[in-house]
């Protein structure tokens, strides 16, 4: 049941799971994706899941809506009891020119959640740096490094291919990541 | 009797454009690519008066350039000061040196929101 209490990973599991039960996968991207790889750094007030399908399903919506969410503005729901909002983005998974056919699963007890992979997620937040400036989705992708420490090579590949200044972006990514405490559990 | 030194508890290079609060605005405008005083001033706790007056200093001697966009000055290093490739190379360095500026500077969102859409 979702509350005034619950958290954005609490809702996030729950969404997670309300689709898969009927068999939909949704994966969560963008800052909220960052910050269950690492939770002291990144806050956003929305969930971001993108959708390989149009059609959600009626089944996989009405679990939404007993969940208590209610559409909004577009692709968006909102609760009536919580604050934070989940939009659904139809499409591909596309971090800059790459296609993402592959996530992670997280399981807690009975749920389960798809999520961007650590390095994807992580490339994902580099997006939003190189293609707005913004210095928030660097520290995010910077926190993701140092508490996760996957290889930096397909990092590097993945800043080549998109053409980006790839030693300024490396530097800064890895001099945020070395003031960021690590967490080698994950 | 040898007089004792001064203590000094500031990062190396931390005064190097005169003051410290001139050496992390500049650092500022760097990365931040186009800003306004009132961004600066929020971002670092200074006074608007005392960013603008420095805003100003640099204008004159040719560093900064400021565009007005609607009723907002904006503030971009001058990309036809005569050693810019130089101010940024030793600007990208320090920010390496001290990347609590890019800390500061994210405090900023920048990228595009989806009209409705929570912060």
Known sequence: ?186 | MSRKPKELHLPPGSELFGTKTATTLIQLVYVLKDTYAKELADLTGLGATTVKNQLSNWENTGIISLRTVGRQRMVTLNPRFYAINELCALLERMVLQNPEILEIASAKRSRPRKTGKEI
């Open chain 1, 1 to 186: 049941m979702i509350d005034s209490s619950s958290t954005l990973t609490d809702i996030a599991f729950a969404v997670c799971t309300a689709f898969e039960k009927y068999g939909k996968t949704i994966v969560l991207t963008g800052g909220r994706a960052a910050s269950i790889y690492a939770p002291e750094q990144y806050q956003s007030r929305n969930l971001d899941f993108m959708m390989r399908f149009s059609v959600a399903g009626k089944e996989a919506l009405d679990e939404l809506q007993k969940l208590g969410f209610e559409p909004s503005e577009g692709s968006m729901y909102k609760h009536s009891k919580n604050p934070i909002t989940i939009d659904f983005i139809v499409g591909d998974i596309l971090i800059g020119e790459r296609l993402i056919q592959e996530w992670a699963t997280m399981r807690r007890q009975a749920q389960v959640l798809f999520l961007l992979k650590r390095t994807d997620c992580i490339c994902d937040r580099l997006a939003s740096y190189l293609y707005s400036n913004d210095l928030s989705a660097l520290s995010a992708a910077a926190a993701v490094y140092a508490r996760t420490q996957p290889d930096i090579e397909p990092i590097r590949e993945w800043l080549i291919r998109e053409k980006a200044d790839v030693d300024q972006t490396l530097n800064r990514l890895l001099s945020i990541a070395s003031r960021t405490p690590q967490n080698p559990k994950l």
